[in-house]
């Protein structure tokens, strides 16, 4: 038995014929902080969709919160779905809708919970997200950021057990970045929720995550701690952490210059 809230083992998948995950392992475990990394296309978002069971692993297990995604009934299923938040960049707010009727929403799809109920706990998860009093306003009125806080605000109003974020810095300025990021590890702190976190943005994985786990053309490249994925000795890591392109092109100047001087670079 472990002890974990996502186990994946030897998990590979596919698209049609095509495989695009590669024996991939994983173990997040209560309350951590697990980053996704990896160039673009190399599965994280592939990965993703099996964690959430959207996708069945083709050979391999994926055992959410001890359930095998692949063996549980529909209704299984459906329960598990109530335990996991997502917040992601598709998953935008209605813009018909108000910024509170937005966060309402899962409560009032999901449960029977009386109206002031649902009211107060729409509230307490603005306010969590620093959002106390803008729940009148639509989305159209709202910022870049606060847009991510509402959708944050959003996917936790269940009191998710796990929440999924895919990217949460695209599009954000610096410091804006950096609030979600403190927003991210309060959440964190107040709920204590497990996380997996999909993000390009190497600033923000270093400052949230408990663990990094870096994907290379669908295979795991390292899963490690902040430290150990910057010390890695895997040079395709050291590339990415320190965005050099994959084969550095040959500056013919520079080089005959260095040879004739004998400068070391
Ligand atoms: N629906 C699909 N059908 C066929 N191939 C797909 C599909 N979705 C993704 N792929 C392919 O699977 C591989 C992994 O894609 P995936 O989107 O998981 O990568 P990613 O790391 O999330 O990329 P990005 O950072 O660009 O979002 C890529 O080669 C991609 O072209």
Redesign the pocket.
Known sequence: MSDSVISVRQLNGF??P?Q??FDVNLEVKPGEIMVIM????????????HLLALQMPSSGQVLIDGLDVDRASARDLKDLRRKMGVAFQGGALLSSLTVGENVRLPLEQNTKLDKNTIDIMMRLKLELMNLAGFENLMPAELSGGMLKRAGLARAVVMDPKILFFDEPSAGLDPVTSVELDELILKLRAAMNMTMVI?T?ELESAFKIADRIMV?FD?KVAQIGTVDEIKQSPDIRIQNLINRRPRHEPVDADAYLQRLLTGEKR
């Open positions: 698209y049609g095509r695009v995950l990896g160039a673009s296309g190399s599965g994280k978002s592939t990965l993703l969709k999909v390009h994907l669908g």
